[in-house]
């Protein structure tokens, strides 16, 4: 328990969004009793899931194997590098951005125990890879679902619409793994014992996250989550205690600031006037709200003035990349790297990336126009 407490009390961004929370409360025009209303629950449930799945398969140790596996198969870090990064963008297109990064940044982190790798600029990477990859399918984020579900698009259609974008994004992502990443060999340790696992928590383990992605298909995830709880309490108790609860606490934040945002009175006064911009103006907008509210909310935000078209859902998925909150994304892969200067190191990547995909974002448009 004092552990559990030691999360909250020392996560600074989840104090810096209540103090944001109390202050918007203070100026925004609502009723105390919308506010539960204000929290996506499905994507709490789901990354709760993910969280206790997460921590069962890396407390099995079969992370460790894995990763054993791959520092014997690499020898030199570029190639390792341009492999975790278009393994992130290819797991995300199908599985969702964030089930990528449950997989593969405790993989990584692994790597660690084997050799001397810059991790963390990995761990960015394969932030940015997801933004990348999971903007080419209905599935592969939250802003792509609501879009999907508000238009008219079959599922090919949707893709053709996003993949001059995915590709491009793709590449140019890969060109700058290629030049962030040395060509020298990996300095492995010296490891000769084979890693030990845990055979019953990795299967139980494996099985639940089965079971819990093919709840998300169904829309039975609080059934399945329930279902986890119960088997993790009876099996597992140690693996609950070491989740990190503290990110639930800032996603709900996270909600219930946006959700205030959107209710000041000067927030409202202006609203209305997104229906007649233009696209270039369309095109800023959906970019720059993704950075200040996610572009999850901002895509909610805007579909209720403007159509579902190729500039909003180009623009809220380029929105990802830039500063921190532009994709929640980002802040699960970050605050899974448990490096204080990642927070910063991250933006050195992920800023350049955003100036490059909004100007060759809109050539690409005008181009196919």
């Given at each position: 328990?004092?552990?559990?407490?030691?999360?909250?009390?020392?996560?600074?961004?989840?104090?810096?969004?209540?103090?944001?929370?109390?202050?918007?409360a203070?100026?925004?025009?609502?009723?105390?009793?919308?506010?539960p209303?204000?929290?996506?629950?499905?994507t709490?449930?789901?990354l709760?899931?993910?969280?206790?799945?997460?921590?069962?398969?890396?407390t099995?140790?079969y992370?460790?194997v894995l990763g054993?596996?791959?520092?014997?198969?690499f020898r030199?870090?570029?190639?390792?590098a341009?492999?975790m990064v278009?393994?992130a963008?290819?797991?995300?297109?199908?599985?969702t951005?964030?089930v990528a990064?449950?997989?593969?940044?405790?993989l990584?982190?692994t790597?660690?125990?084997f050799?001397?790798l810059p991790?963390s600029?990995?761990?960015?990477f394969?932030?940015?890879?997801?933004?990348?990859?999971?903007?080419?399918t209905?599935?592969?984020?939250p802003q792509?679902?609501?879009l999907?579900?508000?238009?008219?698009?079959?599922?090919?259609?949707?893709?053709?619409?996003?993949?001059?974008?995915?590709?491009w994004?793709?590449l140019?992502?890969?060109?700058?793994?290629w030049?962030?990443?040395?060509k020298?060999?990996?300095?492995?340790?010296d490891?000769?014992?084979?890693?030990?696992w845990q055979k019953?928590?990795?299967?139980?383990s494996?099985?639940?996250y089965?079971?819990?992605?093919?709840?998300?298909?169904?829309?039975?995830?609080g059934w399945?989550?329930?279902l986890?709880l119960?088997?993790?309490l009876?099996?597992?108790?140690p693996?609950l205690?070491r989740?990190d609860?503290?990110?639930?606490a800032?996603?709900?934040a996270?909600?219930?600031d946006?959700?205030?945002l959107?209710?000041?009175?000067?927030?409202?006064a202006h609203?209305?006037?997104?229906s007649?911009?233009?696209?270039g103006?369309l095109?800023?907008?959906?970019?720059?709200?993704?950075?200040?509210?996610?572009?999850?909310?901002?895509?909610?935000?805007?579909l209720?003035?403007?159509?579902?078209?190729?500039?909003?859902?180009w623009?809220?998925?380029?929105?990802g990349?830039?500063?921190l909150?532009?994709?929640?994304?980002?802040?699960i892969?970050?605050?899974m790297?448990?490096d204080?200067?990642?927070?910063w190191?991250?933006?050195?990547?992920?800023l350049?990336?955003?100036?490059?995909?909004?100007?060759?974002?809109?050539?690409?448009?005008?181009?196919?126009?």
């Amino acid at each position: 328990m004092p552990q559990l407490l030691r999360s909250f009390l020392h996560d600074s961004i989840l104090h810096l969004l209540i103090v944001i929370g109390v202050v918007l409360a203070c100026l925004a025009d609502f009723r105390w009793a919308d506010l539960p209303g204000a929290v996506d629950w499905h994507t709490i449930i789901t990354l709760t899931g993910l969280l206790i799945l997460t921590k069962g398969l890396e407390t099995s140790g079969y992370f460790d194997v894995l990763g054993s596996r791959l520092i014997a198969r690499f020898r030199h870090e570029r190639a390792l590098a341009l492999f975790m990064v278009l393994a992130a963008a290819l797991l995300s297109t199908f599985l969702t951005n964030d089930v990528a990064l449950f997989i593969l940044v405790p993989l990584t982190l692994t790597l660690r125990k084997f050799s001397h790798l810059p991790i963390s600029r990995l761990i960015i990477f394969e932030a940015l890879a997801v933004n990348a990859g999971s903007l080419l399918t209905p599935v592969g984020n939250p802003q792509n679902i609501l879009l999907w579900s508000h238009g008219k698009l079959s599922v090919i259609a949707f893709i053709v619409q996003m993949l001059p974008l995915a590709v491009w994004l793709l590449l140019s992502l890969m060109v700058l793994t290629w030049f962030s990443f040395s060509k020298r060999s990996i300095d492995k340790h010296d490891n000769p014992e084979q890693p030990q696992w845990q055979k019953p928590l990795f299967i139980v383990s494996v099985v639940l996250y089965l079971l819990f992605i093919a709840g998300l298909e169904l829309e039975i995830t609080g059934w399945i989550l329930l279902l986890i709880l119960a088997t993790f309490l009876a099996m597992a108790r140690p693996v609950l205690m070491r989740i990190d609860w503290s990110l639930l606490a800032v996603f709900i934040a996270m909600f219930i600031d946006v959700f205030l945002l959107t209710r000041l009175p000067v927030m409202q006064a202006h609203f209305d006037a997104v229906s007649h911009f233009g696209q270039g103006q369309l095109y800023l907008l959906a970019i720059g709200l993704s950075q200040v509210i996610s572009n999850v909310p901002a895509t909610i935000l805007l579909l209720q003035k403007v159509p579902p078209t190729d500039v909003l859902a180009w623009a809220v998925n380029i929105g990802g990349f830039g500063l921190l909150p532009g994709s929640l994304a980002n802040l699960i892969a970050l605050r899974m790297a448990k490096d204080r200067a990642v927070w910063w190191r991250f933006h050195l990547f992920s800023l350049p990336l955003l100036a490059w995909s909004m100007a060759s974002g809109w050539l690409l448009l005008r181009l196919l126009s």
